[in-house]
């Protein structure tokens, strides 16, 4: 199987998942924002967060932003999953409904 040369990094994201990405990145940015460490990533996930906010229907990001975006992404989802495993009925229930909102995310638009 040939590797692709040239990969496409436009997305059409809907509302939700619009939003879902905005917010993931405020809080990325809350947390790196004065650690002088990450740097790079702060800097992937602000050129995000501009995007995402922009009108434009059609999202054009990066390599770098769509891998850092990608693998955070994947880090969230074993997180939550893991914090899901090790909790109560409430709580898996309170998850769930965000795991599969970071799940669909990932699969329809950043997997592969």
């Given at each position: ?18 939003k ?6 405020k ?86």
């Amino acid at each position: 199987m040939k590797k692709k040369l040239f990969q496409n990094y436009d997305f059409e994201f809907n509302k939700n998942e619009k939003k879902l990405i905005s917010s993931f990145c405020k809080q990325a940015l809350k947390q790196m924002e004065n650690d002088k460490q990450f740097f790079a990533e702060a800097k992937a996930f602000n050129s995000i967060h501009d995007k995402i906010n922009s009108e434009s229907d059609r999202i054009k990001l990066t390599k770098d932003e769509k891998t850092r975006l990608t693998h955070n992404i994947k880090q969230n989802i074993d997180s939550i999953e893991k914090q899901m495993k090790g909790s109560f009925f409430i709580k898996k229930w309170l998850m769930k409904s965000l795991y599969n909102q970071y799940l669909s995310l990932y699969n329809e638009h950043l997997k592969g």
